[in-house]
């Protein structure tokens, strides 16, 4: 399943500081309620695999948000 993760500092291997998360909806839209601020936001999927699952992820897209903004960002995820 698709899922979209939004950290406020820069992500770093699984490290994820303030995470929020947002599963994608039919037709693979996703929504997320941030607080202003800057967030990191990239896309993954979970793969499954002989020796568990294991998580392919977009590069992080860096989005600062003012107060009632509203952002949109696409994200390719390839594994």
Same mark, same amino acid.
């Given at each position: 399943?698709? %899922?979209?993760?939004?950290? %406020?500092? /820069?992500? +770093?291997?699984s490290t994820c500081p303030g995470e929020q998360d947002a599963y994608a909806q039919a037709g693979g839209a996703y929504? /997320?309620? /941030?607080?202003?601020? +800057?967030?990191?936001?990239?896309? &993954?999927? =979970?793969?499954?695999? +002989? $020796?568990? #699952?294991?998580? $392919? +992820? $977009?590069?992080?897209?860096? @989005?600062? #948000?003012?107060?009632?903004? =509203?952002?949109?960002?696409? &994200?390719? @995820? %390839?594994?």
């Open positions: 399943m698709a %899922t979209k993760r939004a950290c %406020t500092a /820069l992500p +770093t291997g929504s /997320l309620v /941030l607080a202003p601020g +800057t967030w990191w936001v990239r896309g &993954f999927v =979970d793969v499954p695999g +002989t $020796s568990g #699952l294991t998580q $392919s +992820t $977009s590069s992080p897209v860096e @989005v600062h #948000l003012s107060a009632g903004q =509203d952002a949109k960002e696409n &994200f390719v @995820v %390839t594994y």
